[in-house]
């Protein structure tokens, strides 16, 4: 056990150089979209609204939670919010880390070292993790949000405390960004499928429906008092009505994103799919990448090279 978190204190010190060093080379500057939820911070905190502009009251941001977390650091004098959020993202990325090799040892403990690290290894090197980390964005919160969820759900027939884990993070991870809706269904959906694996299904799964809607449900009211609208600005401004332009740009981004993991993905194709259809963790772990890249491909993907979009599977594809 000692060896084990000896070596895992060794990868997140990696994790941490590349980061530092990543960040050095883009002068610890953050990427130029995250500099929009910082002004709607900023303007948070001066008293002037969730607004990007004063007094147009336009939702330009898809990252709520982020935004509302990042508006006091824009108050700090002596620490540049590009600093604040770079340290901030460092901090998250050696959390979801953490968690990562968690996960993995609770679910093949006996396995060889290697294996079980083997998953936090390849994301602390994994060069679209390190650079989402130090770009300010949300991504990285994200990534640990979806992580979280996946570690109270395995563990949720254990102690209560993992169904108000579970809870708390499906809705955290809505408002940090509206994918987060994505990952709630298919709980819902797998969770139903395998109801007998669970101790008193009925009552932990209306209890989680019934407070994501409470709560999701008064978030959505206030974006649409507020602003006029449920779905953010950039959602209208995006869309694209001719759905074959988006599965061409969904199908090109995917096939960039997974091809440059191509050697660590290939062992895939070597799983024991009658033993993931049979356990409700493996099922998740397998078939909600999927489910997710459907989505990314609807969608039309995202701007190509740093794997934005896919980052937030990556760590349930490695394990």
């Given at each position: 056990?000692?060896?084990?978190?000896?070596?895992?204190?060794?990868?997140?010190?990696?994790?941490?150089?590349?980061?530092?060093?990543?960040?050095?080379?883009?002068?610890?500057?953050?990427?130029?979209?995250?500099?929009?939820?910082?002004?709607?911070?900023?303007?948070?905190?001066?008293?002037?609204?969730?607004?990007?502009?004063?007094?147009?009251?336009?939702?330009?941001?898809?990252?709520?939670?982020?935004?509302?977390?990042?508006?006091?650091?824009?108050?700090?004098?002596?620490?540049?919010?590009?600093?604040?959020?770079?340290?901030?993202?460092?901090?998250?990325?050696?959390?979801?880390?953490?968690?990562?090799?968690?996960?993995?040892?609770?679910?093949?403990?006996?396995?060889?070292?290697?294996?079980?690290?083997?998953?936090?290894?390849?994301?602390?090197?994994?060069?679209?993790?390190?650079?989402?980390?130090?770009?300010?964005?949300?991504?990285?919160?994200?990534?640990?949000?979806?992580?979280?969820?996946?570690?109270?759900?395995?563990?949720?027939?254990?102690?209560?405390?993992?169904?108000?884990?579970?809870?708390?993070?499906?809705?955290?991870?809505?408002?940090?960004?509206?994918?987060?809706?994505?990952?709630?269904?298919?709980?819902?959906?797998?969770?139903?499928?395998?109801?007998?694996?669970?101790?008193?299904?009925?009552?932990?799964?209306?209890?989680?429906?019934?407070?994501?809607?409470?709560?999701?449900?008064?978030?959505?009211?206030?974006?649409?008092?507020?602003?006029?609208?449920?779905?953010?600005?950039?959602?209208?401004?995006?869309?694209?009505?001719?759905?074959?332009?988006?599965?061409?740009?969904?199908?090109?981004?995917?096939?960039?994103?997974?091809?440059?993991?191509?050697?660590?993905?290939?062992p895939l194709l070597f799983l024991p799919f009658g033993r993931i259809l049979k356990d409700y963790k493996l099922n998740f772990l397998f078939f909600f990448p999927i489910v997710y890249s459907v989505y990314i491909?609807?969608?039309g993907g995202d701007w190509p090279g740093a794997s934005r979009f896919i980052l937030p599977i990556l760590p349930f594809i490695y394990i």
């Open positions: 056990n000692n060896y084990f978190y000896s070596i895992l204190l060794l990868i997140l010190l990696i994790a941490i150089l590349f980061s530092i060093i990543l960040s050095y080379q883009f002068s610890f500057q953050n990427v130029d979209d995250s500099y929009i939820s910082f002004r709607y911070g900023k303007n948070l905190m001066n008293g002037l609204g969730l607004v990007y502009n004063q007094g147009e009251r336009v939702e330009g941001y898809t990252n709520f939670l982020w935004t509302v977390i990042t508006a006091p650091l824009t108050k700090i004098s002596f620490l540049d919010i590009s600093t604040s959020t770079i340290i901030i993202g460092i901090v998250l990325s050696i959390m979801a880390i953490w968690l990562i090799a968690t996960i993995t040892k609770n679910l093949i403990p006996n396995s060889h070292i290697f294996l079980l690290l083997f998953p936090a290894l390849i994301v602390s090197i994994d060069s679209s993790f390190v650079f989402w980390a130090v770009s300010g964005m949300e991504t990285t919160l994200f990534t640990l949000l979806l992580i979280a969820i996946f570690y109270s759900y395995s563990k949720i027939n254990e102690k209560t405390k993992y169904t108000n884990y579970l809870i708390i993070t499906l809705i955290l991870s809505t408002m940090c960004r509206p994918e987060g809706a994505i990952v709630f269904g298919f709980i819902v959906i797998n969770m139903f499928l395998y109801r007998r694996s669970f101790n008193e299904f009925n009552r932990i799964f209306f209890r989680i429906l019934l407070n994501y809607a409470l709560i999701i449900g008064m978030y959505l009211l206030f974006k649409y008092l507020y602003y006029g609208s449920i779905l953010p600005n950039t959602f209208h401004a995006k869309a694209v009505t001719n759905i074959g332009f988006n599965l061409n740009e969904g199908m090109d981004y995917l096939i960039v994103s997974y091809k440059a993991r191509f050697i660590i993905l290939l491909l609807y969608v």
